[in-house]
T-cell receptor, first 109, second 114 residues
Framework: RKEVEQDPGPFNVPEGATVAFNCTYS??????FFWYRQDCRKEPKLLMS???SGNEDGRFTAQLNRASQYISLLIRDSKLSDSATYLC??????????FGAGTRLTVKP | DGGITQSPKYLFRKEGQNVTLSCEQN?????MYWYRQDPGQGLRLIYY???????QKGDIAEGYSVSREKKESFPLTVTSAQKNPTAFYLC?????????????FGQGTRLTVV
C-alpha cells in the first residue's frame, strides 16, 4: 500500500464548477499536511497547508480527518487558471515529506 | 534573491556514466530533499537530509548517492547502477523547524540517458 494515495483523476470540469480531491495516508504518526500545485513541466508550489480545524483561502478549502486518515481539497467556482496537477503531501515527524501521485485537473470554458 | 537553484536544467548522460546534479540553497534551511518524477507520476523520495553530514534513504535510493558537507549544498549522484535514470529530478529545502514548514523547490533537472 502506498503511503500517500490520491484520487486518480483526471478531472475535467467546466468553468464555475466545484471540484473536490481526496487523499489518504497510511502513517498515523503523520504530523502535517499540505496541498501543492504543479503546472506542466514546472516545480511544485505550495497551495495551502491543511490544519486540523480545516482552513479556507478564497475559493479553496482544505480539511483533515485524522481518525480516517484523509485530507481533502475543495475548489469552488473553478477558473481556467486552476488547471494543474494537485499534489497531496504528508510530513512525518522527522521531516520525511511524502507526496501523492497527484490529481490532474482541467477546467474547460 | 533567496531561493533554491538546481543545475543544469537539462542533462544528457551516456549509459554507464555517473552524473552529479547540483542543488544549492541560500535560505538557511536545515532540511533538503531529492525527488524523482516520471511522466504523469507523482514525486518519489530518493534521499533527504535533516542536517549537515547526515542523510536518510527514501523509497528509491538504490543507484543514487548524496552528500551534505555544507548546509547550503546537497548534490545528487546518479550512478551507473541506476537502471532507468531518465526522469525529472527535483530538489527541495525546508527550515525543518516545526511541523508546518513549507518546502521550496528548485526548477528541476531533466536527465536523459542517450
Amino acid at each position: 500500500r502506498k503511503e500517500v494515495e490520491q484520487d486518480p483523476g483526471p478531472f475535467n470540469v467546466p468553468e464555475g464548477a466545484t471540484v473536490a480531491f481526496n487523499c489518504t495516508y497510511s502513517n498515523s504518526a503523520s504530523q502535517s499536511f499540505f496541498w501543492y500545485r504543479q503546472d506542466c513541466r514546472k516545480e511544485p508550489k505550495l497551495l495551502m497547508s491543511v490544519y486540523s480545524s480545516g482552513n479556507e483561502d478564497g475559493r479553496f478549502t482544505a480539511q483533515l480527518n485524522r481518525a480516517s486518515q484523509y485530507i481533502s481539497l475543495l475548489i469552488r467556482d473553478s477558473k481556467l487558471s486552476d488547471s494543474a496537477t494537485y499534489l497531496c503531501v504528508v510530513n512525518y515527524h522527522n521531516n520525511d515529506m511524502r507526496f501523492g501521485a497527484g490529481t490532474r485537473l482541467t477546467v474547460k470554458p | 534573491d533567496g531561493g533554491i537553484t538546481q543545475s543544469p536544467k537539462y542533462l544528457f548522460r551516456k549509459e554507464g556514466q555517473n552524473v552529479t546534479l547540483s542543488c544549492e540553497q541560500n535560505l538557511n534551511h536545515d532540511a533538503m530533499y531529492w525527488y524523482r518524477q516520471d511522466p504523469g507520476q507523482g514525486l518519489r523520495l530518493i534521499y533527504y537530509s535533516q542536517i549537515v553530514n547526515d542523510f536518510q534513504k527514501g523509497d528509491i535510493a538504490e543507484g543514487y548517492s548524496v552528500s551534505r558537507e555544507k548546509k547550503e549544498s546537497f548534490p545528487l549522484t546518479v550512478t551507473s547502477a541506476q537502471k532507468n535514470p531518465t526522469a525529472f529530478y527535483l530538489c527541495a529545502s525546508s527550515s525543518g523547524q516545526g511541523a508546518y514548514t513549507e518546502a521550496f523547490f528548485g526548477q528541476g533537472t531533466r536527465l536523459t540517458v542517450v
